[in-house]
């Protein structure tokens, strides 16, 4: 074999290693591109399950916390409402117990004021004793849940209290009983304490009424029906 042939076997045997070394690296490439795939795809899948195994427990937890404030504003909003609604009943019986401890002080000292208006089978002393009464009754109702009125019926119904401790100290001067010894001795003194008792019942008269409208209508507005 002469040297050009040895040259010529030489480039035969070298191109054949470099087309299989290319062949190797080519195949090599590919397998590992093949399992770069299957490896990044695989990441990805888990990658994609791990989001959405944290999404559902962030909506879980989302859910549960929504659910615990929701039943936590129900929980607040039904002891709100029922603490409204209680001292809504509260309010409406103490109006209606003002009122009607009103209503008696305007009965009664009309006819205790009157010698034209009595009451049928009671006595002076009695319809008076029932004056006293109801104003001490409003005494004990009034003070403790003034709160329940504006500062403006508040001051009225002041008033109309500082008043008729005044109204009932000045019934007392006189001997309530028109036959009473005082009066047989000195007819004077019974006329002026005619007089008295007139004023008095003209002076409170209007200023029963209007604490009767004002209630009644605080009344009605609680109700709804006005």
């Known amino acids: 074999m002469g040297w050009e042939e040895v040259v010529k076997f030489s480039l035969a045997v070298f191109s054949a290693a470099v087309s299989i070394s290319a062949a190797v690296a080519w195949l090599t490439k590919k397998l590992f591109s093949s399992w770069f795939d299957k490896s990044l795809e695989k990441y990805k899948a888990k990658l994609n399950g791990d989001i959405e195994t944290h999404r ?16 936590e504003l129900s929980r607040i909003d039904n002891e709100r409402s029922f603490r409204f609604s209680k001292l809504h009943e509260e309010r409406l019986e103490v109006i209606k117990s003002m009122y009607g401890s009103i209503s008696c002080i305007g009965v009664y000292l009309e006819s205790t004021l009157s010698v034209l208006h009595r009451l049928d089978d009671m006595s002076i002393e009695e319809m008076f004793s029932n004056v006293v009464d109801s ?10 849940n003034g709160l329940f009125f504006s500062p403006e019926l508040c001051a009225l119904i002041d008033d109309f209290l500082a008043k008729m401790r005044q109204a009932i100290r000045a019934i007392q001067v006189y001997p309530l009983d028109v036959e009473h010894a005082t009066y047989i001795n000195n007819p004077l003194i019974l006329g002026t304490r005619h007089e008295m008792l007139e004023g008095v019942r003209g002076k409170y008269r209007d200023e029963i009424k209007v604490l009767q409208e004002r209630l009644a209508g605080e009344f009605r507005e609680l109700l709804g029906v006005n």
């Open 56 to 71: 559902a427990c962030l909506k879980r937890d989302a859910d549960e916390y929504q659910a615990r404030i929701s039943f």
């Open 135 to 144: 104003y001490n009754e409003l005494l004990k109702v009034y003070p403790r």
